[in-house]
């Protein structure tokens, strides 16, 4: 599960690669106490994304691992093992 803590949103998307890079695609649930949320089905890989905060790309502060992005800014890295692909993140 992905979470994001942000007590003045009033939307938290996650875009990346593995959704076209669409925030779109993947609005987060607001689940009280200033925490949104998003469970994402994914296969084993390697996955960069990033948060979008009331419209705002942002890094997501949680992130262990980041990558480089074409855009002189940094997408968080996400890595599913084989073992994990079958959970929900």
Known sequence: ???FYAPAATSVQVA???NG????A??????????????????SGQYEYRFV???VWTDDPQATQRVPNPHGGFNSL??????DRTDLL
Do not use: I
């Not at 996400?78 to 073992?83: A, Q, T």
């Open 53 to 55: 905060v009331d419209g």
């Open 26 to 43: 993947n609005p987060l649930t607001h689940t009280g106490h200033d925490v949104w949320s998003a469970k994402l089905l994914l296969k």
């Open 21 to 24: 890079w669409r925030p779109d």
């Open 78 to 83: 996400l890595k599913v093992d084989l073992d």
């Open 1 to 3: 599960m992905l979470t």
């Open 16 to 18: 990346g690669n593995f």
